[in-house]
């Protein structure tokens, strides 16, 4: 360029486009490669770890695949398959098809030892008759009073005729409603004369005695007093 200035000013002549490539040297940039080929793309990959790394020199540890069946052993025998569900292992074995029902649920229910049997009542005696009974106003009670009765005055009790029974403390007469009861009168004289607690409870301890015997309550029962002298 300064050349350039120098011929401008002084009037020498100037170069022309066509003496350019006669004052002007173009060289090509340095190659990065040392004179490879740099045309052809090169898409390989690269090795990782690099091959000069350190990962590459330390001692290389192989890797264990565990099979299928070190990951899950296989059960023991008897085999999964062949037991059967709700039967054990001893019973399953002489079992034949695993889509048995269990044993326990075969078995058929035991029967109560006794049946209880309702009796054929006689007419105007069903379970109505009695409620109209009750709420008509009639004394069923047989006393005037209500009473503190001990085990032996409850224990006078006891005939078809004269029959008291205690049911949860309290005493009833229950004369007029043994031929209303539904197991029979037989049954109800088991507890005719003496506490009938247990065995009501035992035999419908669903129903309410107080509602179905209210009508004849005469009174409480009380511990046996004591006979020793003060």
């Avoid at 060289?27 to 990962?55: H, I, K, R």
């Avoid at 037989?186 to 009501?200: K, N, S």
Wanted: hydrophobic share 35%.
């Amino acid at each position: 360029m300064t050349s350039y200035l120098r011929s401008w000013l002084t009037g020498a002549p100037v170069a022309t486009v066509s003496d350019a490539p006669s004052l002007v040297k173009i060289s090509p940039p340095p190659s990065d490669d040392d004179g490879e080929d740099t045309e052809t793309e090169d898409n390989s990959v690269p090795a990782f770890p690099a091959l000069n790394s350190a990962q590459r020199a330390a001692p290389s540890t192989s890797l264990r695949v565990l099979s299928d069946n070190a990951l899950m052993p296989p059960p023991p025998v008897p085999s999964l398959a062949a037991r059967n569900p709700g039967v054990s292992a001893k019973s399953s074995s002489s079992a034949s098809s695993s889509l048995l029902v269990p044993t326990t649920t075969t078995k058929p229910p035991t029967k109560p030892s006794k049946k209880r049997e309702k009796v054929a009542l006689a007419p105007g005696h069903s379970p109505l008759d009695w409620a109209a009974l009750k709420s008509s106003g009639s004394d069923l009670r047989g006393v005037d009073t209500l009473m503190r009765i001990p085990p032996s005055v409850l224990k006078q009790h006891r005939s078809k005729d004269d029959a008291w029974t205690a049911i949860n403390g309290k005493v009833y007469n229950m004369t007029p409603y043994l031929p209303f009861h539904p197991g029979g009168e037989r049954e109800l004289m088991r507890v005719a004369g003496r506490d009938g607690t247990y065995l009501f409870a035992s035999t419908h301890a669903w129903v309410n005695a107080d509602f179905m015997l209210d009508a004849c309550l005469v009174g409480f029962l009380i511990p046996e007093p004591s006979t020793d002298s003060p």
